[in-house]
Every structure is written in structure tokens, then in C-alpha cells.
């Protein structure tokens, strides 16, 4: 068999669907067992949380506010019924509403936080880990300060500051998402200035600058695009975190005032009492709703994480592997695949060594 002819029977690799290069789709078709089954509930929780906030006009029967119908007003802590199905609060609120329309406040709370944090943090990541000196050093002191004083503690500070503690529905937003944003920033530009500092030193960086490229096309067309792989795990992870946040907040009594917006985190508050009196229903769903989205949003991280790590990624089934080894490895004389009649060209009871020379019983 010629050099040719051998290099013909090579099998080229194939080259991904584009539906495959979509990140969670790809890590999905990557997944298999237990951790298949984590990453798609976790993203059945994302994703029904998401449409439930945008299509909460919809979906909600009554506002979030609304005390009264055409019929009269709703009444106190009346249980769940054919009008009520969740039962009303103890402020004469519909539950159900509440909930619905509390999807709203959270998700406005992780865009405006967790984006904020991520801008920042990249911005400073890569200035600080691509120029170093006396700045990176700077830096990296004021993140690991920032990085130990407490999230809620800073939550509340910044509540009071801005709106004296009764905020409305932006100030409760901005309040939660300025905390956040403040003790988030340290873990991006963590993250992001240890890629840097290994970037900058490969071939293509030094390529790039021997050419004459200017910094901060170098900074932002080839570091940048190298450096922030493992945004979307951080991003999925601090979300999580941003809810909690600001449920912290309203049941502390610094959070969002009921006729500005519905937020969990006060209706649990008000919730306390109806508690001891064996009023279940005004506690029982917005904590639900807390629960189930922190839930599956950190499957969702935790998933992706998993699969990114090539020590703990999942292994496909071994019947595929064991056909894409056949198909791919090489032994003197080529593929298996390429052998005289292939793996089925064997006879029986022949196989091959670890060396692959082929062994006859």
C-alpha cells in the first residue's frame, strides 16, 4: 500500500454542526447519566422562570398591587379558592399575582447586578493582568479587600443610602444590584487576570506585537477573546446569588415597597405571622418560587462546570466510544477500519495487543 493510499484511508475529522457549537446545546449533547438529568432540569427551571417574567401580564390574573375587583375587595388572608387560587395575603394581595409578577423584579436584579459586575470586572482584569506594575498591584489589594466584607451587610448599607430604606422599585433594584456588583467584581477580575497574565505570553500575543499591533487592539481582539471562556459559568453561579440577595433584603425590611413592585422577599416577611396561625399559603409559594429558581439556575452552573472540567466531564456511552476508537486509532498498516474487511475481517477468536500487533489464540 502506497503513502497515499494509506493517507486516503485516514478518516478526516468531522466538522461540528453549527446547533453543536451553541455552548449549552453542545454541553448538553456532552452529558450523559446523572449529570444529564441535573443540566436539563436545572434548564426546564431557567427557562420557565424566563417566560414567566416576560409573559407575567399575561399569566398574572390581577397587578401586583391590585386590592379590589369589579366584585368588591379581595379580602385578608382568605385561602385558596376558585377566584384566589393561591389565597391572598394578609395585605389583601392575590399570592399567585404576587408570585408571577415577583419574576419580574428578580430578573431585572441579576441583569442589571451581574452585568455590571461582569463589565467591570472584565474591564479591570484585563488592564491588570496585560499591564501589571504598580496598577495590578493596586488592584488586586482593593479586590481582595472588597472580597471580604460581607454582601448583605454592604446590601443594606447601600440601601439605606439610597432610598432610607423604603425604596421604590428601581432604588430596591439598584440597591441589591450595586452590593452585588461591588462584591462580584473581585471574582471576575480574578478569574479574568489569571488568563491574562497566561495569554499574554503566548506566540500569537508576541507575533502580534512584533508586527507593531497597538495594546489595546492586541488587548481586546486576541486576550480578550481567549480569556473569558468561563464567563457564562460564573454568570449562572453569581445569579443565583443575586435572588437570594435581594430576598435577604425584602425580609429584612429593606426592600422593595409592595405598590412599587412585587418581591418575594417582603411577602415572606409579612408572611411571618400568618405562619404560627396556621395560615400556610401567603409563606409556602413565595418561598416555592425562591427555591425552585435558585435550584435550577445552580444546576445549570454547577452542570457546565462539571463539563467544562475534563476531569469530571461524563463519558459517553461505550458502545459510541468503543466506534470511535475503532474509527480513529491507528495500527501498523492503518486504521482498524482500513484492515482487510475492517474489525469484521478478524477471525474468530484474533484480536490485537496493546502494540497492535494482531494475536491468534
Not at 466538522?15 to 456532552?30: C, N, S
Not at 405562619?275 to 457546565?304: F, M, Q
Request: glycine share 10%; aromatic share 8%; proline share 5%.
Amino acid at each position: 500500500m502506497t503513502r497515499t493510499e494509506t493517507l486516503q484511508t485516514v478518516p478526516t475529522p468531522k466538522k461540528r454542526r453549527l446547533r453543536d457549537r451553541i455552548p449549552v446545546v453542545h454541553q448538553l449533547r456532552q452529558s450523559v447519566g446523572l449529570q444529564r438529568g441535573m443540566l436539563v432540569t436545572g434548564l426546564v427551571l431557567t427557562v420557565l422562570f424566563i417566560l414567566v417574567a416576560i409573559f407575567a401580564p399575561l399569566i398574572a390574573p390581577y397587578g401586583f398591587a391590585q386590592l379590589r375587583d369589579a366584585s368588591g375587595a379581595f379580602g385578608a388572608q382568605n385561602p385558596p379558592s376558585a377566584e384566589h387560587i393561591w389565597g391572598t395575603t394578609s395585605g389583601g394581595y392575590d399570592v399567585f399575582s404576587r408570585v408571577i409578577w415577583g419574576t419580574q423584579t428578580a430578573i431585572l436584579v441579576i441583569i442589571v447586578a451581574v452585568v455590571f459586575s461582569i463589565f467591570i470586572g472584565v474591564l479591570l482584569g484585563l488592564v491588570s493582568g496585560y499591564f501589571g506594575g504598580w496598577l495590578d498591584r493596586v488592584l488586586v489589594v482593593v479586590c481582595d479587600a472588597i472580597y471580604a466584607f460581607p454582601s448583605l451587610l454592604l446590601a443594606i448599607v447601600i440601601a439605606i443610602a439610597i432610598s432610607g430604606g423604603q425604596s421604590s422599585l428601581w432604588g430596591g433594584i439598584l440597591a441589591a444590584a450595586i452590593s452585588i456588583t461591588v462584591v462580584y467584581i473581585p471574582q471576575y477580575f480574578r478569574v479574568i487576570r489569571s488568563e491574562v497574565v497566561r495569554i499574554k505570553n503566548e506566540a500569537y500575543v508576541e507575533a502580534a506585537k512584533v508586527i507593531g499591533a497597538k495594546s489595546s487592539r492586541i488587548l481586546f481582539r486576541h486576550v480578550y477573546r481567549n480569556s473569558t471562556r468561563t464567563l457564562p459559568l460564573i454568570f449562572t453561579l453569581n445569579s443565583s446569588e443575586a435572588i437570594l440577595t435581594l430576598a435577604a433584603l425584602g425580609f429584612l425590611g429593606f426592600g422593595i415597597e409592595p405598590t412599587a413592585a412585587a418581591e418575594w422577599g417582603y411577602d415572606l416577611n409579612k408572611a411571618l405571622d400568618d405562619v404560627t396561625s396556621g395560615i400556610w399559603w401567603t409563606s409556602i409559594y413565595p418561598g416555592l418560587a425562591i427555591v425552585l429558581v435558585v435550584l435550577g439556575i445552580t444546576l445549570v452552573g454547577e452542570s457546565l462546570n462539571d463539563l467544562a472540567d475534563p476531569r469530571l466531564r461524563g463519558r459517553r456511552r461505550a458502545a459510541v466510544a468503543s466506534g470511535e476508537v475503532a474509527e480513529t486509532s491507528v495500527v501498523p498498516g492503518g486504521p482498524l477500519s482500513a484492515g482487510p474487511g475492517g474489525l469484521d475481517g478478524l477471525e474468530s477468536g484474533e484480536t490485537f495487543d496493546e502494540h497492535g500487533i494482531e494475536v491468534r489464540p
